[in-house]
């Protein structure tokens, strides 16, 4: 348990120290500010991705729509804006409004047709994805450069990207921890049954949850649009933030059947891909074996979740 | 506190409860007490508001009420202790016990008052070494039904329904138990506490319902009664079904266990004869299942010798048992006997199919355990229907068909007939008895002491995963009673 | 009601998706005649060759209550690997088929393995493997795919023996294999197990081999399709993208349900062509390709959610 709960940070340091280590012997430094900034500002989008994402696993589902989502709010953001700071608002509206509609489709259809969310959440992704590639063939729209700020600017030498995910972190985490819909969420995950009989109300608390995934999709969306200046609409899923904000998930111990884990972990998940990242790149290693290693990492991290869970066997309720 | 009248019940057709009255005072403890089918947790249903009956009164608290739900009897201050607890694992004991009535503060889950809350509930019955904020997954069974009892109490239960709670103790938890329910009863809670344990129901309650083949039987003071007399009300039941003729001799030693063991069953000696059918009785938990599933390879042997037909063999899998002769018939029919939605034709021959495989269907085989479904009589559609479709008699038969198609040696029934209808009962007992007669060695453990009287050559009755004694199969309903509940003689 | 109309709803209520096929091909039939030119109809066949078989090895994983995420990385890595093993060397064809195949096997066998000894489940340790894939080959290749392929090896995804091309055939094969294997009683405990495990193995099936080799089946089947799709197009890092999701997608349109023991193998190669089927339509109705992938979302959620509808009726 507290291996599941805390593994990830241990994993995290000790990542640091021996890349730190490395990089050093190598005659470099880890954390020049240019490159930790860069790290972080790039995982900051999928740390985002990945908190919404952790609330739909946590509650027994899963969102594969998400990498699409992205790429949609990011063009609906830089259309609105039109270059122009006086629309920067209407657009976050327009952006919040329509990914909360697209988890309202998801949650929908998970529940009310009973469709398995794999399945629903590709589906929509797919109608989305036919969406973007009917309407756009390369980037559209303009940030203002008032709105890239938030994609470039840092406060000392943290990137606002990392203090809007930390933000995001944050809200789930109270949400998840302190309010009565967090805990409806858990006991659905992980008892559907249980939940029921208790007299939380099932369907509506997976419906919000997927209102709230999408909605964190459509924030990384703002975030990647003001990055890159302009909507772009494979931004999402070239960046394959869907399966990688579900790696990033069980990466930080939470479990892929639900009811078990949390944001914390989700954080440190996204913390040791990007850490990974930054030594690989210090070290001038073929960028793309750092890809090999994340794979080999995130299945070796839930083999030996499962490997402990099976030793001390706990987490059972009996029947007699 | 609590009045039925006349309350009845029957389920398509069958009538399970009939004209029974059971009266609970605040600060009692009453057992309700019975065989296997007696009526005891349709009983215990009717007053959770789970069903509703057809005939009779229920009254709570001096009004007449009508459930719609168990939700609404909770309400009103009755709370049940389900065998299967209702807990979430990875939780702690304060967030179940007040899931979906989070306290708030300020919007907000007020996290401290929930544990505060939930302390002083469990302060008020006595059990505060339990902490609100521990994972409930971690804690022994008996915390877990700590947990909940205090989520029942945090409802303002006013009365509680056991339903077997000593099932999945341990001895010492036991007596952990039996404080916490004492405690209950001063503070002035009516407890209805279902039993198999005659010693718990002694050692308990006020006074004791007898149910018996759906009737009341009769409700004494628990003072006035020894145990002797409590099992003659218990028992005793008209034999309202003929079972097949018992063997003449025992034929040659199949399976023999010495001192044989694992974590749950100590020092088990048996053996099993061809031709004969050894009857395995014992409570719930007494280790009879365990018993099976360790000679299936299930959960299998850690310590001890088995010898089959002479030859010492160690069994670590289902499979390794079946190559070995052996065939074990599941009690959980639905979660370990069937692939539900595979058709009936598939069912029969998995075992077949899986022990040794073929690449091409061969009509040999298809043709036998056709013959197989024919010759159990198995009722179906068509041999493509899924078998979830069956009634639980011919999902049994199939079962059987399955390990008939193996020729076993040595067969192990678990539960045979129960959730059976009594023409397929009859079908069952006669086909094991004609297995047996065929030189297999049947083992049979069944809840149903009639049923176990009428089809064993010889009986072992275990306790606490022991064997508390061997019986012939001709021995009476109450000294088996004596031996399983460990009262005394 | 039309004893016609009847039997259509029988046929239907067996394979919903037959009749789904049906009904496109019918009106591809008006509205394009040619369609049904043997020699279009053999171009169609081969066009849709690959993704049938992808349906057909992802089949094995779902009905045993797996999923199979790794394919279309798989499918990327064998042409990769394969374009810089042959390096246009013609006496290599024939080896690095072989090897391909036997890439598949082991990435298979590493799959199952993962799975089912150390208890990860199936959409981790294939995202995983995922990652791996494309990881190496990009590495493997440093960032662009190099080599080329031979002529020889084009041939089985290009040429034809009189008017049948290869790929056809090696389509006949492979849906042949598949259908012996599934009325096969290794197919038979496969359904079991994805049915019900405990009662699989229980019955003696031994359940770990089961759900292995259904991995190694996926990954030797989209060692396969590699090979086709290595012949119809060039060598490039997206030639398999997304792939693994199509292949989802038609399984689960051919009513094979996720969660495993339910549905045909047959139904899920249906479930295919019919994806190929409606891409066609669309063409021919002049319908952009880039709503393709629009109409494959709708078409799988109504599909599942009747399907839903219909078990709990």
Same mark, same amino acid.
């Given at each position: ?37 860069? *790290? ?21 589902? *899963? ?29 976050? =509206?327009? @952006?919040?409004? @329509? ?8 949650? *929908? ?9 794999? =399945? ?53 985490? =109270?949400? *998840? ?121 995130? @299945?070796?991290? @839930? ?18 | ?88 694992? %990875? ?70 329904? +056991? ?7 341990? %001895? ?61 009300? +218990? ?255 | ?24 091909? $019918? ?107 494309? #990881? ?67 019955? #003696? ?26 012949? $119809?197009?060039?060598?490039? $890092? ?40 409606? $891409? ?8 952009? #390709? ?24």
């Amino acid at each position: 348990m507290k291996l599941r709960e805390h593994g990830v940070w241990g994993a995290l340091g000790l990542t640091l120290i021996v890349g730190g280590i490395l990089v050093y012997a190598d005659g470099g430094s880890l954390f020049t500010q240019s490159s930790t900034v860069s *790290l972080l500002q790039r995982a900051a989008g999928l740390g985002i991705v990945a908190i919404g994402q952790t609330l739909a696993i946590l509650a027994g589902s *899963l969102d594969l729509s998400v990498a699409y989502v992205i790429s949609l709010t990011s063009l609906i953001a830089a259309e609105t804006m039109d270059g122009s700071s006086g629309m920067i608002v209407p657009a976050i =509206i327009a @952006v919040l409004g @329509v990914s909360a509609g697209i988890g309202l489709l998801n949650g *929908l259809l998970i529940t009310k047709l009973k469709i398995n969310a794999f =399945i629903a959440t590709l589906g929509v992704g797919l109608l989305i994805k036919g969406y973007l590639e009917q309407g756009y063939a390369g980037p559209a729209g303009s940030v203002p450069t008032s709105f890239q700020r938030l994609g470039y600017d840092r406060i000392g030498p943290v990137p606002l990207s990392v203090l809007l995910m930390l933000a995001v972190a944050g809200v789930a985490w =109270i949400v *998840l921890n302190r309010t009565r819909f967090g805990h409806h969420l858990i006991a659905v995950g992980g008892d559907l049954d249980v939940a029921r009989l208790s007299g939380v109300r099932t369907d509506w608390v997976l419906i919000r949850t997927h209102i709230i995934c999408s909605v964190c999709a459509g924030i990384a969306g703002l975030y990647l649009a003001s990055r890159l200046g302009a909507g772009a609409p494979r931004v999402g899923s070239e960046g394959g933030y869907d399966l990688e904000s579900i790696a990033a998930v069980v990466l930080g111990g939470t479990v892929l059947a639900g009811g078990r884990g949390g944001v914390t972990g989700t954080v440190g998940g996204v913390a040791l891909l990007a850490a990974i990242d930054g030594i690989f790149n210090q070290l001038a290693v073929d960028p793309f074996f750092k890809q090999v290693v994340r794979g080999v990492v995130i @299945v070796a991290a @839930v083999a030996i979740y499962a490997m402990s869970l099976r030793r001390k066997a706990p987490g059972k309720v009996a029947t007699a | 506190m609590l009045q039925l009248r006349g309350v009845g019940k029957s389920f398509l057709g069958v009538q399970v409860l009939q004209d029974v009255d059971l009266e609970l005072a605040a600060g009692e403890v009453h057992a309700v007490v019975g065989e296997n089918g007696a009526g005891k947790s349709t009983l215990m249903k009717i007053a959770s508001g789970v069903y509703h009956p057809d005939a009779g009164t229920v009254r709570w608290l001096g009004r007449d009420v009508s459930f719609r739900d168990p939700r609404q009897a909770q309400a009103a201050g009755i709370g049940i202790i389900h065998q299967e607890f209702n807990l979430l694992a %990875d939780r702690t004991v304060a967030q179940n016990v007040f899931l979906g009535r989070e306290p708030l503060r300020r919007g907000l889950v007020d996290t401290a008052a929930m544990n505060e809350r939930t302390a002083s509930l469990l302060a008020s019955i006595g059990e505060e070494s339990l902490s609100p904020q521990a994972i409930v997954g971690r804690l022994g069974v008996a915390q877990q039904q700590v947990t909940e009892i205090v989520k029942a109490l945090s409802l303002d239960a006013r009365m509680l329904i +056991m339903d077997e709670p000593t099932a999945a103790l341990a %001895d010492h938890e036991v007596e952990l138990l039996y404080g916490l329910v004492r405690r209950l009863k001063a503070r002035g809670m009516g407890i209805l506490y279902v039993s198999h344990r005659l010693k718990e129901v002694f050692d308990l309650t006020d006074r004791i319902t007898v149910l018996k083949d759906g009737r009341r039987v009769t409700t004494v003071d628990t003072s006035s009664i020894t145990a002797d007399g409590l099992v003659r009300h +218990m028992v005793g039941r008209e034999l309202s079904h003929y079972y097949p003729p018992k063997s003449a001799e025992a034929g040659q030693e199949r399976l023999t266990l010495q001192g044989a063991g694992n974590n749950r069953l100590h020092d088990i000696s048996l053996a099993l004869h061809a031709g004969q059918v050894l009857g395995i009785c014992g409570l719930q938990g007494s280790g009879r299942s365990a018993l099976a599933r360790a000679i299936f390879g299930v959960d299998a042997f850690t310590r001890g010798n088995v010898h089959l037909d002479g030859a010492s063999i160690r069994l670590s899998s289902p499979r390794q048992a079946i190559r070995a002769g052996i065939a074990y018939i599941t009690e959980d029919r639905k979660a370990e006997g069937l692939t539900a939605q595979q058709s009936v034709l598939d069912n029969a021959m998995l075992a077949t199919r899986a022990l040794s495989p073929r690449w091409f269907a061969t009509a040999g085989r298809t043709l036998k355990a056709r013959e197989l479904l024919a010759a159990v009589e198995v009722h179906a559609a068509s041999e493509e229907q899924e078998v979830r479709y069956l009634s639980g008699g011919n999902q049994q038969k199939v079962i059987l068909a399955r390990w008939l198609a193996l020729t076993p040696r040595v067969l192990l029934f678990d539960e045979p007939t129960r959730g059976i209808d009594v023409g397929a009962k009859a079908a069952i007992h006669d086909l094991i008895r004609k297995l047996a007669s065929e030189g297999a060695a049947v083992l049979m453990i069944s809840s149903d002491l009639p049923e176990l009287l009428g089809m064993s050559d010889r009986l072992a009755v275990m306790r606490d995963g022991r064997i508390a004694g061997e019986l012939p199969g001709t021995a009476d309903e109450e000294t088996v009673m004596r031996l399983a509940t460990g009262a005394s003689s | 009601m039309s004893s016609l109309a009847l039997r259509a709803r029988k046929v239907s209520a067996r394979q919903p998706i037959l009749l789904i096929l049906l009904t496109l091909l $019918f009106v591809l039939a008006v509205r394009q005649p040619e369609f049904y030119d043997p020699a279009s109809l053999l171009a169609f066949l081969k066009r849709a060759a690959p993704l049938v078989i992808l349906a057909a090895g992802q089949y094995f994983v779902i009905v045993a209550g797996d999923f199979d995420l790794s394919v279309g990385s798989l499918v990327t890595a064998e042409v990769v690997i394969a374009a810089r093993l042959i390096d246009g060397d013609p006496s290599m064809t024939w080896p690095v088929i072989a090897i391909m195949i036997g890439f598949g096997l082991v990435v298979g066998l590493a799959n199952g393995l993962i799975t089912t000894l150390l208890h990860v489940p199936s959409f981790i340790t294939t995202l995983g493997m995922y990652l791996i894939l494309v #990881g190496a080959v990009y590495t493997w290749t440093g960032g662009s795919p190099r080599g080329a392929l031979t002529e020889q090896f084009r041939m089985l995804g290009r040429n034809s023996i009189g008017i049948v091309p290869y790929a056809v055939l090696i389509l006949a094969c492979v849906a042949t294999i598949a259908l012996l294997l599934m009325r096969s009683d290794f197919g038979k405990t496969l359904l079991a197990t994805g049915d019900n495990p405990r009662t699989a193995r229980l019955s #003696g099936v031994p359940v770990v081999r089961a759900r292995v080799i259904a991995f190694i089946l996926s990954a030797v089947f989209a060692a396969v399709a590699a090979i086709l799709l290595g012949g $119809f197009g060039g060598v490039s $890092f997206q030639v398999g993208a997304g792939l693994e999701f199509s292949a989802i997608t038609a399984v689960v349109l051919g009513g094979v349900a996720l969660g495993g023991g339910r549905g045909t193998v047959t139904a899920a190669m249906l479930g295919a062509l019919t994806l190929e089927v409606l $891409f066609t339509l669309l063409n021919v109705l002049g319908v952009s #390709g880039a709503l393709k992938s629009a109409v494959q979302g709708l078409i799988i959620i109504a599909a599942v959610a009747i399907g839903a509808r219909r078990s709990r009726s």
